[in-house]
């Protein structure tokens, strides 16, 4: 029998295995193989026990999660993450780098019991929606958790997204139109494809939705139609809080009301003022070409298809404007 020193051991391990490389935060502690400290190895005595998210709002980007976050903090019963002044105060722990800061960079997101045994801990990160890798981890280390996703037709999404990057001047953005963008192909300059990608990728959502469905049963997840929830959010509100079975019921009648100038539905504050989201939510810019929206509609049918076939295998209410697309 012959054997090498631990880190030689570990490094021909990961070099036999590279795809074990990557950490899994579990609930018992680290699952890493080969080595495996002992559980919650993290939590001494005294130390602050916060409780984990029972929901997360998972996006994608451009569908209404900002309005969905802010209408679920106003709940009583409801408390959201501290803002990470990082990630434009959202947590993105379970995509990206984050994730290898560890369990208690996360669980710092979080209240302690004292102010929140009774309510419902969430967090919004709308990154985590097309995430390759992001289902996997959630059911590692919350595998009771609920999830809520919104969609609204992808090419509005792509849309949206493209002029969102303009707004924060993005050079590609810039530089290029949306119908430059869309069209864009694999020989194209790497930040243009990546804007593309961008744009692109996050609407074809039956592909995302199978992968959170491979890791979590379909009553952990409520699709929310993200065009109800701009026209009507108290209904969108009363459908979510039955699903997540929050008490006490909030009747979001009396504290949401639309706004005329904004054109969309904000908040009612004391003095029966409203308060609506920022200039970056709800932005004006010009509709987009006919031509564009035709190209993006034969673009996203396969996957508008599969939706829908997604949706009525699971039970799931289909939304009216995914309807109309396949009309
Ligand atoms: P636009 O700015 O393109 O109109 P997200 O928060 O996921 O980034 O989504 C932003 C989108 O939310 C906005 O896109 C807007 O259309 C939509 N939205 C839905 N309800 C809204 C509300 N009450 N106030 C502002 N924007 C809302």
Redesign the pocket.
Request: charged share 25%; hydrophobic share 35%; with cysteine.
């Given at each position: 029998l012959r054997t090498v020193p631990p880190l030689q051991l570990g490094e021909r391990y990961f070099h036999l295995f590279p795809n074990e490389r990557d950490p899994v935060w579990g609930v018992s502690g680290i699952h890493v193989p080969m080595c495996r400290p002992p559980p919650h190895a993290n939590l001494g005595q005294g130390e602050v026990v916060r409780s984990a998210p029972k929901f997360l709002v998972i996006?994608p980007?451009?569908?209404?999660?900002?309005?969905l976050y802010t209408f679920l903090a106003m709940h009583p019963g409801i408390v959201a993450n501290y803002p990470s002044a990082d990630t434009f105060e959202e947590v993105q722990f379970f995509n990206g780098k984050n994730y290898y800061k560890g369990i208690d960079w996360y669980m710092n997101f979080f209240p302690v019991p004292a102010n929140s045994s009774s309510r419902y801990l969430f967090e919004k990160s709308?990154t985590y929606f097309e995430g390759e890798v992001v289902p996997q981890r959630v059911k590692a280390l919350l595998p009771h958790v609920k999830l809520v996703a919104?969609v609204i037709p992808a090419s509005r999404r792509a849309y949206?997204w493209y002029?969102?990057m303009r707004a924060h001047n993005d050079p590609a953005a810039l530089q290029y139109s949306f119908h430059r963008v869309i069209t864009a192909g694999d020989g194209d300059p790497r930040p243009l494809r990546n804007l593309r990608n961008k744009c692109l990728v996050p609407g074809m959502y039956a592909k995302h939705l199978e992968r959170w469905l491979d890791y979590f049963p379909s009553w952990q997840l409520i699709l929310i139609d993200?065009e109800e929830?701009?026209n009507d959010?108290v209904y969108i509100m009363n459908e979510l809080q039955r699903f997540l079975s929050i008490q006490p019921f909030y009747n979001y009648t009396e504290h949401l009301r639309y706004d005329k100038r904004?054109g969309?539905?904000?908040q009612v504050t004391e003095g029966d003022k409203t308060k609506?989201?920022g200039r970056?939510?709800?932005?004006v810019?010009p509709p987009m070409d006919e031509s564009d929206a035709k190209l993006l509609k034969e673009y996203y049918q396969p996957y508008n298809v599969a939706l829908e076939k997604l949706l009525t295998r699971l039970d799931y209410p289909v939304p009216r404007w995914l309807e109309e697309e396949l009309q």
């Amino acid at each position: 029998l012959r054997t090498v020193p631990p880190l030689q051991l570990g490094e021909r391990y990961f070099h036999l295995f590279p795809n074990e490389r990557d950490p899994v935060w579990g609930v018992s502690g680290i699952h890493v193989p080969m080595c495996r400290p002992p559980p919650h190895a993290n939590l001494g005595q005294g130390e602050v026990v916060r409780s984990a998210p029972k929901f997360l709002v998972i996006g994608p980007q451009k569908t209404g999660t900002t309005a969905l976050y802010t209408f679920l903090a106003m709940h009583p019963g409801i408390v959201a993450n501290y803002p990470s002044a990082d990630t434009f105060e959202e947590v993105q722990f379970f995509n990206g780098k984050n994730y290898y800061k560890g369990i208690d960079w996360y669980m710092n997101f979080f209240p302690v019991p004292a102010n929140s045994s009774s309510r419902y801990l969430f967090e919004k990160s709308a990154t985590y929606f097309e995430g390759e890798v992001v289902p996997q981890r959630v059911k590692a280390l919350l595998p009771h958790v609920k999830l809520v996703a919104t969609v609204i037709p992808a090419s509005r999404r792509a849309y949206s997204w493209y002029h969102h990057m303009r707004a924060h001047n993005d050079p590609a953005a810039l530089q290029y139109s949306f119908h430059r963008v869309i069209t864009a192909g694999d020989g194209d300059p790497r930040p243009l494809r990546n804007l593309r990608n961008k744009c692109l990728v996050p609407g074809m959502y039956a592909k995302h939705l199978e992968r959170w469905l491979d890791y979590f049963p379909s009553w952990q997840l409520i699709l929310i139609d993200g065009e109800e929830l701009r026209n009507d959010p108290v209904y969108i509100m009363n459908e979510l809080q039955r699903f997540l079975s929050i008490q006490p019921f909030y009747n979001y009648t009396e504290h949401l009301r639309y706004d005329k100038r904004k054109g969309f539905f904000c908040q009612v504050t004391e003095g029966d003022k409203t308060k609506c989201l920022g200039r970056g939510k709800g932005r004006v810019y010009p509709p987009m070409d006919e031509s564009d929206a035709k190209l993006l509609k034969e673009y996203y049918q396969p996957y508008n298809v599969a939706l829908e076939k997604l949706l009525t295998r699971l039970d799931y209410p289909v939304p009216r404007w995914l309807e109309e697309e396949l009309q």
